[in-house]
């Protein structure tokens, strides 16, 4: 069965810092791997998705995440964090290649000071 | 173009109740996914809906059905409510429901079961 793993349920980081969110997944054949952003009273967004390539993707507002089949991880990164970044982060895995049967991981909750 | 909207956005009902969702997708998509949300448990799926069939389906008991009208506009329900039902139900839509297809989530419906 797929699993997701988010290690890190809340992490604080300062605004301008880096920032990385783990990601792990396990799943048998090729992974189709999203991030979502949650911001409270809010649905899911997109920020970003790999199913194939170039396994550096890039999505929107700053974020990227490097798929690593080795280590089977899809961490999400941004190189310096705005405030309005603080918000709830889901990892996903394409449970099937038809339809929209999705794994979510338990989420990473993201503060950030000022 | 209009978001997934989803109505309503706050319930509350008492055990044993039953209670329906509904969810308007974006114009043009044809599939429709729901999901659970709690604090326990995180994001659940609990089934999709393409072309006014169900294609998927979580593993949750019989007391949640859904179904999808011709326009697809999707509606949940759930019978003999217990407390645990209690979360925030998620309504996603994506265009051809396919996993290169980006999924809108709308706003959600927070469901309270006292």
């Known amino acids: 069965a797929q699993s997701v793993t988010q290690p890190d349920i809340h992490i604080t980081v300062s605004e301008g810092a880096s920032l990385e969110l783990r990601c792990n997944y396990s799943?048998?054949?090729?992974?189709?791997l999203f991030w979502y952003v949650q911001s409270p009273g809010q649905g899911l967004q997109l920020l970003l998705k790999?199913?194939?390539?170039?396994?550096l993707v890039q999505g929107i507002k700053g974020f990227e995440a490097e798929f690593k089949r080795s280590q089977s991880s899809f961490n999400l990164r941004k190189p310096s964090v705005h405030w309005s970044d603080a918000a709830e982060y889901f990892c996903?895995?394409?449970?099937?290649?038809?339809?929209?049967?999705?794994?979510f991981g338990p989420g990473t909750r993201l503060s950030v000071l000022p | 173009k209009a978001g997934v909207t989803q109505t309503p956005r706050y319930l509350i009902k008492t055990r044993g109740q039953q209670v329906t969702l509904s969810c308007s997708p974006i114009?043009?998509?044809?599939?429709v996914s729901w999901y659970q949300q709690t604090p326990g448990q995180g994001l659940q799926f609990l089934f999709e809906?393409?072309?006014?069939?169900?294609?998927n389906k979580g593993n949750f008991p019989g007391r949640f059905s859904g179904r999808q009208f011709s326009n697809s506009r999707s509606e949940m329900n759930v019978s003999t409510l217990e407390l645990g039902d209690s979360a925030l139900y998620l309504c996603?839509?994506?265009?051809?429901?396919?996993?290169?297809?980006?999924?809108?989530f709308g706003p959600g419906t927070r469901l309270t079961v006292l």
């Open positions: 996603a839509s994506s265009s051809r429901g396919e996993l290169n297809n980006e999924q809108f």
């Open positions: 799943y048998g054949a090729t992974p189709y």
């Open positions: 790999y199913f194939s390539g170039d396994t």
């Open positions: 996903a895995v394409g449970a099937d290649n038809y339809g929209q049967n999705f794994v």
């Open positions: 114009s043009g998509h044809r599939s």
């Open positions: 809906y393409f072309s006014e069939t169900q294609r």
